[in-house]
Nanobody, 114 residues
Framework: VQLVESGGGSVQVGGSLRLSCAAS?????MAWFRQNPGEDRERVAN???????WYAASVKGRFTLSRDNAQNTLLLQMNSLKPEDTGMYYC????????????WGQGTQVTVSS
């Protein structure tokens, strides 16, 4: 099982980044989480099967989640970035029968500076 994230970096406030997560196979549910040192991991967005994506209130309207099932890829387009979007972003995946996300990528850092 592999989840490989890419696309992180450093941007200024108001900038954009696109994160990509390449999976080794199809997963029923895929998500992006973010975490800063000393803080709990926060779910940013997820998509289950063919349903509409779910977004955390803090990113709704600014982030767009999409998936390419043919490529087993999860994309997170992040626009109008704010300093509070800074963190390590992790891709996660689970099957339909899993209660929690079981598989995680190594993370990609996003830093937004003012």
């Amino acid at each position: 099982v592999q989840l490989v994230e890419s696309g992180g970096g450093s941007v200024q406030v108001g900038g954009s980044l696109r994160l990509s997560c390449a999976a080794s196979r199809y997963w029923y549910s895929m998500a992006w989480f973010r975490q800063n040192p000393g803080e709990d991991r926060e779910r940013v967005a997820n998509i289950n099967g063919g349903a509409a994506p779910w977004y955390a209130a803090s990113v709704k309207g600014r982030f767009t989640l999409s998936r390419d099932n043919a490529q087993n890829t999860l994309l997170l387009q992040m626009n109008s970035l704010k300093p509070e979007d800074t963190g390590m972003y992790y891709c996660a995946a689970r099957d339909f029968s899993d209660a929690q996300y079981r598989f995680w990528g190594q993370g990609t850092q996003v830093t937004v500076s003012s």
